[in-house]
């Protein structure tokens, strides 16, 4: 249901996330990029688990933000086949189905 996927993507860092810690700039927009979406045959990202490397640091002519690329792995949900899991019907349309389901339990 739960594993962790490895990606590597070129980001662009904002001038004025500059002042910060490098690698909590990256989290943090990393962050912004992939939390509660999709990726295509992987499945639902649910977290940046870490960074495994950061390099670059480039800025482009006529560009204010630094390029960097970045590998970092992402806690992704993903139900196997056949997997039974629990959860709430919240909205049925001819998109699709909405549910809700708890996914962690304490």
Known sequence: MFFLSEIEHTLMLPPHLLNRPLDEAIKEQLDL??????IDKQGLCVSVYDIRSITGGFILPGDGASTYTV???LVMFSPFVGEIITARLKESTVDGLRWSCVIFAV
């Open 33 to 38: 990029i992939f939390l509660d979406k999709v």
């Open 71 to 73: 590998k970092f792995r």
